[in-house]
């Protein structure tokens, strides 16, 4: 994949619109003399998914029309253009300029670059492939990034028109999160390092809730308490596993495994 960025830096902005992720075709673009058509014809290459093209509209009307309203808007759909052609590292970067020269720009106000750095952590996150280890088991450094960008954004932006986007990636950064989670501390119980599953399954419990594994978790910290020698805490872990998911299957087993604990402070 060639990046827009060098692209236009070189003069090669010819090739093909497919070469950076985009639809195929011609990157061919008819500059106008005014800065509104040629942000305009920026938009529609745009929604064509034709990235270069695009890119050629923005970069033009950033270097001829300099001090028009057009150019700082050219500067995010730059951004855009990378993000599409899925340069997520350097859309974060021109996202990220973006929001540091423009602060009180509308698009950063209503926090719509701030949401876009987040989706380009989202979308780099590690795939499933059969042939390689599951995602849950690899560096998850991007997840992080990603929840962390999500988090930011919904506590600046509590009227943001984006807000429901954010909170439907974050549910899924979570889960994706709560799998490495629960991975580590199934890992650490299968080699005899409770400890390790102890503050692992607390870590999923406290930062991911009610994304599926709660009574499983709840269920296995018990066990890792009670091989770590602290019953009361086993206890109270299996009582709030009773109380909160009574209908579980794990409820009867923890209503037998606490009756089954030695009485008194551990």
Known sequence: MFSIRLLLALGLVALPVAACGGKSGDAAVDY????QKNYERGLEKLGDKQWVAAAKYFAFIKSRFPYSKYAVLAELRLADAEF?????????????MFIKFHPTHEMVANGYASLRIAEAYYEMLPGDY???PPSYEKDQSSVEDAETELRSFLKKHKDSPFRKKAETLLAKVGKRLADHEWYVARFYWDKGK?????LRLRRLLERHPGVGYDVEALWLLGRAYVKVGMPDRARET?????TKHPQSGKAAEARGAIASLPKGKS
Do not use: C, F
């Open 32 to 35: 106008s003399v005014s800065a």
């Open 238 to 242: 299996w009582n709030e596993l009773v």
């Open 194 to 198: 409770y400890m390790g599953t102890v």
């Open 84 to 96: 599409g052609a899925e340069q997520y590292l350097e859309a974060v970067d021109s996202y990220k």
């Open 130 to 132: 059969w042939i390689l």
